[in-house]
């Protein structure tokens, strides 16, 4: 079956630096894959989406890769900041099916310590 | 404007009783969508509604029973209650037919059973 895993649970980083999550799936072919923003107690929010035929997406401070071949996404944060820290989700699609559904990966906890 | 609300925002019951939850969004959405996420965090689909028709439905148990009553408001109704229905549901929606959609989720209603 689909598997979708975010290889840390948690990461700690140093201000300033960069963050880099990622995000390994198996058993899939997605057309593309998403990443979400969770705060404690709130819903998720969509940050960025990346195509199959797309290598590398960049919002602000936000960057995404997408390696088919390794079945990989990394999802980087440059220049992180105590307000990053948050919980990010990778969610995979495959349109096509007959009905749109998207699953998440566990997420990874990432605090930045000032 | 919130554009997808969800109500109660907490609920506590006890086991064996029957609950619902409603979520409406103001998005002019197609499609809607039920997700729980349990204490590992982890999002699972539950359903999903498009244009008031049930498209998926993910083994989830029968004492769960969503209601479409129109495109914007998908209501979730639980009987029986159990322990392990603890967790947070979220209501999400997204634009039927975009290709990488991103879904817009409300906020949870994060439900204890005792």
């Known amino acids: 079956s689909q598997k979708i895993e975010q290889n840390s649970e948690a990461l700690n980083i140093q201000e300033g630096k960069t963050a880099t999550l990622t995000c390994n799936y198996t058993?899939?072919?997605?057309?593309?894959l998403q990443w979400y923003r969770q705060d404690p107690g709130r819903g998720p929010v969509f940050l960025l989406l990346?195509?199959?035929?797309?290598k590398e997406k960049r919002k602000e401070r936000l960057k995404v890769t997408f390696d088919t071949t390794l079945k990989q996404s990394l999802f980087h944060i440059t220049a992180s900041q105590p307000a990053d820290s948050a919980t990010y989700l990778c969610?995979?699609?495959?349109?096509?099916?007959?009905?749109?559904?998207?699953?998440f990966g566990s997420g990874t906890r990432l605090s930045i310590r000032p | 404007d919130t554009a997808v609300s969800q109500t109660p925002k907490y609920l506590v019951t006890q086991m064996g009783n029957d609950k619902s939850i409603k979520c409406e969004q103001n998005?002019?959405?197609?499609?809607m969508y039920w997700y729980k996420q349990d204490s590992k965090k982890f999002l699972k689909i539950m359903f999903s509604y498009n244009n008031k028709e049930l498209i998926i439905n993910e083994t989830v148990p029968n004492r769960f029973s969503p209601k479409s009553p129109d495109k914007a408001h998908l209501n979730l109704h639980i009987n029986s209650l159990e322990l392990g229905d603890s967790a947070v549901y979220f209501c999400a929606s997204s634009q039927e037919g975009l290709v990488g959609g991103e879904l817009f989720f409300g906020e949870g209603s994060r439900l204890t059973v005792l």
């Open positions: 990346i195509r199959e035929n797309e």
């Open positions: 058993n899939y072919s997605p057309a593309y």
């Open positions: 969610a995979l699609d495959s349109p096509g099916s007959s009905a749109s559904k998207i699953i």
């Open positions: 998005l002019g959405h197609d499609t």
